[in-house]
C-alpha cells in the first residue's frame, strides 16, 4: 500500500496494537486475582489436602462402615455427612439434612470413579477410589433435591441417582436427639 | 498442484471419512437419549457409541487433519522437495492399523471406556494399544516437520521462517509434549492392567496424568485452525495479515502455557490439594491471551481488505468484505463460537464457577461449540481452499458450500446452546436415558429435544461436506497454481531469533509442565496406599 502518510499509519497501528496487548494483559491478571479474593475471602476453596482409604475394607471397619454412614451430629455438634459411591447407586442412597446449617460432605468410591452431584446446588465433587472426598455445603431452602452419579461408572450409570431431603432446622435436631446417623432411606 | 498431493489427500480423506462415521453416532446419541426416543432398551450400546466418538473426533480426525495440512505447508511454505516422504506413508498406516486396532473393540463392547479412558475401569488391551499406534504414527510427523525445517534453516542460514511453517513446527512440538501425559498412564498404569500383568491402578494418579494431555489437546486441535486463520484468510479474502510477530507471538504462547493448566480439569478431585489447583486456574487466565492476541490481529487484517475494496467508516468495512467468499463466511461463524466458546471456557477455569458446571452437560455443550465449532468449521474451510491444490479441479458450487457452513453453524447454535441450559439446570454428563417424566427433570425434556434437532442439521451439514469434496474430485480440470500464503501488511525482511527457533520456548515449556506437575505427580507416586482393584468392562 501506498500513502502519504505511512509513517503515522504505521504509528497508529503499533499503538493499537499494543493497547490491545495491555487490555489482555489486564484481563489475564485480574481474573486469577478474583479467584483468590473469591478464594480467600469467601472460603471458595476446593478440599485443601489429600487423603486416602483402602476401598476394598471401607465395609470392614472405619469411618465408612454401613452404619456410619448418613447424617451425623457430631459430639461438638457439627453436622457431617458419610456416603458411598459404588456401581450402581449411593449409600445412603436418599441423604437426610438440616436446612440453614453448614455441613460437611465426607464421601469416596467402593469401586470405580464416580462424582456426587446436587442439582440446583453448587456441590459438586468426584469420587475417586482410594481418597476422601470432602466438600462443605449449606441449604438455604427445604425440600427435595436430586443427586445424579456425574461421571461414567459403566453401563449401569444412567441409573445411578440419589436423593437430598433438606428439613427443617429443628424437625432435623428432634430427630437427631437420640443420636445415630439419620437418612430418609425408605421414606 | 502440491506434489504430495497422494500422501496430503491421504490424511484428509481419512480423517474426513471417520469424521462423517463418528458424526452419525453423534446424531444418533443425541437422538436416543433425548425425549424424541422412548427408551434405548439396551444402555451398553450408547457407551459403545460415545467411546467411539469420541475416540475418532478427539484422536483419529484431527490429528490427521493436522497432519494432511503440516505436509501441505511444509512443502509450498518452504518450497523445498518434503524429507522422509516414505515415513510420513509409515505414519499414515500405524494410525490406519491402530484406528482399527482400537475400534474393533470398541464395536464389540470390549472397551467401553470413553476416549478418556476413566480406570480403574479397564476394557480390552487392544484399545488401548490402537490408541498408543495413532499416536506413534503422529510422532513420525512431528519427527518430520522438525527435520524438514532443519533442512530449510541449513539451506537459508538466518533467513525468517515462513510464519506457515513456524506455526505449524510450534503445533508439531505442542502436540509431542501434549501427548506425553496419555502416553504416561497408558504405558506405564492401564496397559499393564489390560495385559493381566498387575492387577491394581492409581486412579487419582492416572487422572492427573491424562489431565495433562486432556487439556493441551485442544490446542492442538486448534492449531490448524489458527494457521488458517492468519496465513489463509488474508489472503483468500484481498487482505493483509495485520502482524506477523504476533502471529509468532501467539504461537509461541500456546507452545509455553497449553501444558501447565490441565489440572483445572480436576478441581472437583480429592488427589490434587488446592494450592496446585490455583496455580493451574491462574496458567488458565494466561492461555486467554494467544486467543485475544488472534482475534485482534485477525479482525484488523479483515478489516484491511475491507478497506481495500473501498469500505469507509468505523464499522461500514464489514459491509464491503466479500462475503460470497466461503473462507469470509467461515471465519466470522469460527469467531462467533470462538466468542460465546471462550466465554463459557473462562466459567469453567475459575474453581468457584466451575462448581456448578462441573460434569454437567455444559461441558459437553462447551468444547462441542469450541471444537466442532470454531475449529472444525476452519478444517472445512481450509479443505475448501486446498482441494483445487489437491484434486487439479476446482470446486464446482459455491453456493453449495456457503449453504453447508451456514448449516454448520445454525446447527451448532441450534445444538450447544440449549446444551449449555441443561447443563446450569444440572443435567450430568454420559448418561444413555434420563427420565424426563420426573417433575425434577421434565423442563430439560424441550432444550434436549432442540438440541438433538440439532444435531441432524449438523449431520446433514456434514455429509455435504463429504458430498462436496467428492464432487470436487471429479470436477472439470483447472490448473490452481502455487498454494500460495497470505501476505503481512509489512514485509518481513528479518526476525529476531527468538521468534524464529524453538530451542528458549521449548526449555520454557517443559520447565513449567515440571513445576506445575512434577510435585502433584511425585507426590502420588511416592504415596503407597492409592491403587486399587481394576475393574473389567465388557468381557464375560
Request: with cysteine.
Amino acid at each position: 500500500m501506498t500513502h502519504p502518510d505511512a509513517h503515522q499509519d504505521t504509528g497508529i497501528a503499533e499503538r493499537t496494537e499494543r493497547r490491545w496487548a495491555t487490555i489482555s494483559v489486564i484481563v489475564m491478571i485480574v481474573l486469577p486475582l478474583m479467584a483468590a479474593y473469591a478464594g480467600i475471602h469467601q472460603a471458595t476453596m476446593p478440599q485443601p489436602r489429600v487423603e486416602t482409604i483402602d476401598p476394598t475394607r471401607l465395609h470392614l471397619s472405619g469411618e465408612f462402615m454401613e452404619s456410619n454412614l448418613g447424617t451425623a451430629v457430631e459430639p461438638d455438634g457439627a453436622v457431617t455427612v458419610r456416603a458411598i459411591g459404588q456401581q450402581y447407586s449411593f449409600a445412603p442412597s436418599c441423604i437426610l439434612v438440616p436446612a440453614e446449617t453448614p455441613m460437611m460432605l465426607r464421601a469416596t468410591s467402593a469401586d470405580v470413579v464416580h462424582g456426587i452431584m446436587v442439582q440446583g446446588t453448587n456441590i459438586n465433587t468426584m469420587l475417586v477410589p482410594g481418597y476422601v472426598s470432602e466438600q462443605s455445603m449449606r441449604f438455604d431452602k427445604t425440600g427435595d433435591y436430586l443427586m445424579p452419579c456425574q461421571e461414567f461408572c459403566s453401563f449401569g450409570h444412567e441409573g445411578m441417582w440419589g436423593k437430598v431431603r433438606v428439613i427443617d432446622k429443628a424437625e432435623f435436631a428432634s430427630r437427631a436427639k437420640n443420636g445415630g446417623r439419620l437418612s430418609c432411606v425408605g421414606e | 498442484m502440491l506434489a504430495n498431493r497422494k500422501l496430503i489427500l491421504a490424511h484428509f480423506w481419512l480423517a474426513f471419512a471417520v469424521f462423517g462415521l463418528a458424526l452419525c453416532l453423534g446424531a444418533w446419541q443425541m437422538f436416543v437419549r433425548s425425549p424424541l426416543y422412548v427408551w434405548i432398551s439396551d444402555p451398553e450400546w450408547y457407551y459403545r457409541s460415545v467411546t467411539a466418538h469420541g475416540t475418532v473426533m478427539g484422536y483419529v480426525f484431527p490429528t490427521l487433519v493436522a497432519m494432511g495440512f503440516g505436509y501441505a505447508i511444509t512443502e509450498s511454505a518452504l518450497e523445498q522437495r518434503l524429507v522422509g516422504l516414505r515415513w510420513a506413508w509409515v505414519g499414515f498406516w500405524l494410525i490406519v492399523a491402530g484406528a482399527i486396532m482400537a475400534m474393533v473393540p470398541v464395536a464389540l463392547g470390549r472397551a467401553s471406556v470413553l476416549y478418556t479412558f476413566y480406570p480403574p475401569l479397564i476394557g480390552s488391551a487392544f484399545y488401548y494399544i490402537g490408541v498408543v499406534l495413532v499416536v506413534v504414527g503422529s510422532w513420525i510427523w512431528v519427527a518430520l516437520m522438525s527435520i524438514n525445517l532443519h533442512v530449510w534453516k541449513r539451506a537459508h542460514p538466518g533467513d525468517p521462517v515462513p510464519l506457515a511453517m513456524f506455526a505449524n513446527v510450534a503445533g508439531s512440538y505442542l502436540w509431542a509434549w501434549t501427548a506425553v501425559g496419555a502416553a504416561l498412564e497408558l504405558l506405564l498404569q492401564i496397559i499393564p492392567v489390560a495385559l493381566g500383568f498387575k492387577a491394581t491402578i492409581d486412579a487419582g494418579l492416572a487422572r492427573v496424568l491424562f489431565s495433562w494431555t486432556l487439556h493441551a489437546i485442544v490446542y492442538f486441535w486448534l492449531i490448524p485452525a489458527y494457521i488458517a486463520f492468519y496465513v489463509i484468510v488474508p489472503r483468500a479474502i484481498g487482505g493483509r495479515l495485520y502482524s506477523d510477530t504476533m502471529a509468532r507471538i501467539s504461537f509461541i504462547l500456546f507452545l509455553i502455557v497449553s501444558m501447565p493448566i490441565g489440572i483445572h480439569h480436576t478441581y472437583a478431585d480429592p488427589q490434587v490439594g488446592a494450592g496446585f489447583k490455583f496455580i493451574h486456574s491462574a496458567f488458565t487466565a494466561v492461555v486467554t491471551l494467544p486467543t485475544l492476541f488472534t482475534v485482534f490481529t485477525i479482525c484488523a487484517s479483515v478489516e484491511i481488505a475491507g478497506r481495500l475494496r473501498g469500505g469507509k467508516g468505523l464499522l461500514g468495512w464489514t459491509a464491503a468484505l466479500p462475503w460470497e467468499n466461503p473462507i469470509m463466511l467461515a471465519v466470522a461463524f469460527s469467531f462467533i463460537m470462538l466468542g460465546f466458546g471462550g466465554a463459557g471456557g473462562i466459567i469453567n477455569m475459575s474453581y468457584q464457577l466451575n462448581a456448578s458446571i462441573h460434569n454437567t452437560q455444559w461441558i459437553t455443550g462447551h468444547f462441542h461449540l469450541i471444537f466442532g465449532g470454531a475449529v472444525v468449521i476452519m478444517y472445512f474451510a481450509l479443505a475448501y481452499d486446498l482441494w483445487p491444490h489437491l484434486t487439479g479441479r476446482s470446486l464446482p458450487d459455491l453456493r453449495l458450500v456457503r449453504t453447508q457452513l451456514w448449516l454448520w453453524f445454525i446447527g451448532m447454535m441450534v445444538t450447544t446452546f440449549p446444551w449449555h441450559w441443561v447443563g446450569i439446570l444440572g443435567m450430568p454428563r454420559r448418561m444413555a436415558y434420563y427420565d424426563y417424566t420426573d417433575p425434577a427433570l421434565s423442563p430439560q425434556a424441550l432444550p434436549v429435544t432442540v438440541s438433538a434437532i440439532g444435531a441432524f442439521i449438523l449431520l446433514t451439514s456434514g455429509l455435504l461436506f463429504l458430498f462436496i469434496l467428492a464432487r470436487g474430485s471429479t470436477a472439470s480440470r483447472a490448473e490452481a497454481g502455487p498454494y500460495r500464503f497470505s501476505r503481512p501488511l509489512h514485509p518481513v525482511r528479518s526476525v529476531p531469533l527468538a521468534l524464529n527457533s524453538y530451542g528458549i520456548w521449548l526449555a520454557l515449556m517443559i520447565a513449567l509442565t515440571v513445576t506445575n506437575y512434577g510435585y502433584p505427580i511425585a507426590a502420588l507416586v511416592a504415596r503407597q496406599d492409592t491403587s486399587v482393584p481394576a475393574i473389567y468392562v465388557g468381557a464375560q
